[in-house]
């Protein structure tokens, strides 16, 4: 393969590109744009910037996408959730709707740009692990659950803030005498036609004898006739008059293409929150690539997925757009539409284009209202009660770590949230694997195995300890085991031996190198051998470079059978 | 047993006391008193306190230690370590030798003290575990040059200041036409005499036919004896007046039992570095306590000696002390000197209170480059760079840590340098863990073993992949897993079973269930099927209460041969 491609893996796929391809394409460039447009609107009224700054993150960053990025069907764009995490992030800094606003949401996309690219050159692709499932899926469910609570407003037709459920629901509270009845009716409305279509138009139209797909395609459509409808409510009542807050004039054209002046003290303060969002937004939009091009058995490679990603982002913040990544239900429609290549993003990024540069005079009557009845539908798909439930009957730890990722995202907001979770499950896996299995084993009788003195009849000796260690050795649980040999030791007073047993044991490093010598030291002073028996070839490999073996006062055995033999009394 | 003796170790010794016990506890006393003077003075003077508040740490936290620790030999006092932490956390609050500084450290004490009872009472203990060898070991080595590079300034007799290496240094420089050549001349004379008492007095002793342990016991008397001989110069050729350094009227007493009044603020300030303190104390103690007891066959817990170590500090910042630990040399001296039980503690805390009564007016006209020194020659065993050179040897990640501690310590301060060092090291086992080795394997011809393909001459099927995980699985190699077996598959196009050979997994966290029902779930979308064999026991306990089994397409085996024979094309 040519390095070129390695990294612009346009030229594999484009050179294959025949009118058959470009047909599916097309097709499916066609309906994802259609379910775009009002997407990328709401998306930019949850992050608290201008509507078309959602058009705009959705043209030049889905054709940055197609040349670098290695998902044959990922759909890029605004998310709920890293729109959330911008309002989060630039509401900091600057108040929504000014001119700074603007300037720093677009400054977080360069700088999350700048940091996906340089974690795919190094590779650090690894450091998305740092979040479990159950942290990604507690995040997703609890902002879900705040972006819902915030546009409520939108549907209630009230002024009212807040970045934390508390917050929301105390400024809603305040505010419910003021209730708007024109927006509560168009809000509530749409909510209805949204729910009842997603959950009950593809079977009604399957029942009618309406092909599946195309059925599909139809209910996914649903969002653009309520904008559609609404805004010839909103013309035909002059609802604007009325109290309804309309998305208003919009300006028409193309974004500009260039850096606003940035100032560094910005930059450092948003570097925080562009880590946090291009973790989250890599992680999402890797998991849906993954899923996807398992489907045709196809690759995707996450360090270059970065690469991808972080050139949308350049180019979003190069056309005065914000932070984006690959969505999950518009990357569905794509595949299901039948997308073969990211020619499709391509396609698409037109067609947004030529709404920006030809349909934005019509949405100027659109209701908020209807945007965030659109948001609220979306968003409330993201929450997972059954995620909850299931990660608490397996296992209480995941669940810590998940109830803390809710409950601090909803109280103290998505930045906290997210390093809350993070912390959590980190220090429970540390917790976990610092007190490893340990078992005494002794023989089967007449046999060569060797189990849990605890469960099964075995034949042991008062002279010879035989341990086995269920669990590679590493710092967080090298002392455990200077611990638990030294209490092992300390109630065996004929003992003479110490076996390790190392079956299950795939790598010491040098602080269990260090608490290793410790013991053989230890076990020295008062005249008991330790030895190892059933030591794996790389860890052996790596003993063998220093001086442990020399000290070591016993032996190495291959199989514990063999050690047991050589060292029981005669 | 009962519960109030595990809470009061003394009440189990204290029952065989008698008077064999007695005699041994006594003269080890009287040896690691001899000891402790210089050695408490010199260290209040590197914490940058007044030298009777060393003397206060030796007396209460010693009889606290004596009835809440586990360890019979462990002396605890001013270490080092711990008074440079002391010193860095402080002098970022108040200036060193007003009244604020000495709160300071009071508050550091009392903090530093329920913190760790806290962890005691909670069994916290295995927060230690976050500090890898490789990083305490650089952190020691780092405090050492620190210390070190700081006393030279009371050996040339200049006024300096500065928490990192490259400040101090630039401060010497600056000073070095103003050196005191009296206070040099003590200075060095006193290193001079130090460095060869430690290396050859015992040696000449033992050559002279002294008996070797007394022998040990007079070379570890030699501080004392630089303490007298220069107090002596100092008021014979009245160095005072010669512009030495002195240390000066020391008030004569014991010290006042209370709580200075303490601010909220002050507290909030000093948390984390009274964390950090607490748990580099305890990790030093404990190593040191864990030695010595293995050597009698004694043993220590662990969560226990948070409790006595928390208790002697809280006794230390009820006595104007400031923190203490256990330190490695007085705790050889006392075992070696032959104590019994801790009740040598509260005759060493008896002597040292003597000394304050009595002996400090003698103490005015000690120069404070005698001290120097002897800080010097203490802390210079410290620093090992043989242990460097080992790590390197060993591992390149942990010698990465150990590198990030030293030069962060060394350039930055003592409370960043650890902090470095902790997160690199889990940063780093992280990505370890996070590529865990995956063999695809097949089988031993005419045996049932089965081996990685790459090492083994082998047989494997086309339509069968067999792929061996070496590392249990948890939320941060989830993910690789599943990159992984996407690339072993999708290289394979006539794959029809994918058995995957858990015998080294010991763990299966949420995340990675969920990985593994991602991989089912994908697996089963192109017509392949996925299986499992050797799962242990207690993962297959856990995977039992889940629907995972119910949805895995393919079957469970309980060996790989098993799994090979039933699934292999006939």
């Not at 395609?217 to 409808?229: Q, S």
């Not at 709404?355 to 965030?372: D, Y």
């Not at 034949?459 to 341990?467: G, K, Y």
Request: with cysteine; hydrophobic share 55%.
């Amino acid at each position: 393969m040519q390095p070129l491609s390695r990294y612009l893996p346009i030229l594999n796929w484009g050179r294959a590109y025949d009118r058959h391809i470009l047909t599916s394409d097309l097709l499916a460039a066609v309906i994802v744009t259609i379910m775009l447009i009002p997407q990328s609107l709401a998306y930019a009224m949850l992050a608290g910037l201008p509507p078309e700054v959602g058009l705009y993150a959705s043209i030049l960053p889905l054709v940055a996408y197609a040349f670098f990025g290695t998902s044959r069907t990922l759909a890029v764009g605004p998310v709920a959730v890293v729109s959330l995490m911008t309002a989060s992030a630039v509401g900091q800094i600057a108040a929504a709707g000014s001119a700074g606003y603007l300037v720093a949401a677009i400054a977080l996309a360069l700088l999350s740009g700048v940091m996906l690219v340089a974690m795919g050159i190094f590779r650090l692709g690894f450091l998305a692990n740092f979040l479990s499932h159950p942290v990604i899926s507690g995040f997703i469910t609890a902002s879900g659950i705040l972006i819902a609570a915030g546009q409520l407003r939108h549907i209630l037709g009230v002024p009212g803030h807040g970045d934390t459920l508390p917050a929301i629901v105390m400024s809603l509270a305040g505010e419910i005498g003021n209730v708007n009845i024109a927006t509560l009716a168009i809000g509530a409305g749409v909510l209805a036609f949204l729910f009842l279509t997603r959950k009950h138009l593809k079977r009604l139209l399957v029942a009618s004898r309406v092909p599946g797909r195309l059925a599909d395609m139809i209910a996914r459509a649903a969002p653009i006739a309520a904008v559609a409808v609404t805004i010839a409510a909103a013309e035909a009542l002059d609802l604007g008059a009325r109290g309804v807050a309309l998305v208003g004039a919009i300006p028409q054209g193309l974004p500009a293409f260039g850096v606003p002046a940035l100032s560094l003290d910005l930059l450092a303060t948003l570097v925080g929150p562009a880590f946090l969002i291009s973790i989250v937004g890599f992680v999402e939009s890797v998991s849906v690539a993954q899923t996807l091009a398992a489907r045709r058995r196809q690759r995707i490679d996450p360090n270059r997925e970065l690469i991808g990603l972080g050139a949308a982002n350049i180019a979003a913040g190069l056309s005065s757009g914000y932070p984006v990544t690959g969505g999950f239900a518009r990357s569905v429609v794509n595949f299901d539409a039948g997308a073969q290549t990211p020619a499709a993003g391509i396609f698409t990024a037109a067609g947004i284009a030529l709404a920006a540069l030809f349909l934005t005079p019509l949405l100027a009557s659109l209701p908020q209202a209807t945007l965030a009845a659109t948001i609220i539908v979306a968003v409330l798909s993201l929450v997972d009660l059954g995620a909850i439930r299931r990660v608490y009957a397996y296992s209480k730890s995941d669940f810590a770590a998940m109830a803390a990722t809710i409950l601090v995202t909803l109280g103290w907001g998505v930045e906290l949230g997210i390093v809350a979770g993070v912390l959590l499950s980190l220090l429970l896996h540390l917790y976990r694997t610092s007190m490893p299995h340990i078992a005494v084993v002794g023989q089967v009788p007449e046999t060569e195995h060797y189990r849990n003195v605890e469960r099964h009849a075995v034949l042991t000796s008062p002279e010879v300890l035989s341990i086995r260690i269920d669990e590679s050795l590493y710092f967080a649980n090298s002392r455990y085991l200077e611990d638990r040999i030294a209490a092992l030791v300390a109630e065996r007073t004929e003992l003479k031996h110490v076996i390790l047993m190392c079956s299950a044991v795939n790598a010491i490093d040098a602080s269990a190198l260090e608490s290793l010598e410790e013991i053989n030291h230890r076990l020295t002073e008062v005249g008991i051998g330790l030895h190892l028996s059933e030591v794996k070839g790389p860890v052996m490999d790596r003993l063998k470079a220093t001086d442990f073996l020399r000290h070591l006062n016993g032996r190495v055995f291959l199989s514990q059978h063999e050690a047991s033999l050589c060292l029981r009394p005669q």
